[in-house]
């Protein structure tokens, strides 16, 4: 069991500079627990980096600083890569999306982020994501910051 589970939007503010960022520093320093991860998360978070820096929102010295802080978190332990079942964290996905996108719009990586959530049986939920954050509310997660 995961305690704590982070999506890319608070991993973005915590190792970017963004309006969010103060709350999610703050966060990390309050809390004693490290972050679970999946490997679809360096993917994620890099490829969010990358565009950024493509739309030129993140100067490109900027993002790959950023990615050096989150490999470093990586390799101290803060963020912690966790293994799940890949299978069934699709599956769930696929169920939310056929209860929620409908009404609601969600986005694939969105569902696949509060499914591993779940999945973990995460206690915090961690996102900025106000789309996000409704579902995994409504699917019974805790929800921080």
């Not at 978190?73 to 169920?95: I, K, M, P």
């Amino acid at each position: 069991m995961a305690k704590v589970f982070a999506d890319t939007s608070f991993l973005f503010s915590l190792f970017g500079n963004d309006a969010h960022t103060p709350r999610a520093r703050r966060w990390a320093r309050q809390s004693a627990e490290p972050i679970a991860i999946t490997v679809l998360s360096p993917y994620e978070f890099g490829n969010a980096l990358r565009f950024a820096s493509f739309r030129k929102s993140v100067p490109r010295p900027d993002a790959l600083a950023s990615l050096a802080s989150f490999q470093a978190d990586l390799r101290t332990g803060f963020l912690q890569l966790t293994s799940c079942d890949l299978v069934a964290v699709v599956e769930e996905a696929e169920r939310m999306s056929n209860r929620h996108t409908w009404t609601g719009g969600h986005r694939s990586f969105d569902l696949l982020h509060i499914a591993t959530a779940k999945m973990l049986k995460t206690a915090t939920f961690l996102t900025f994501d106000s789309k996000q954050r409704k579902l995994a509310i409504i699917e019974g997660l805790l929800v921080r910051p």
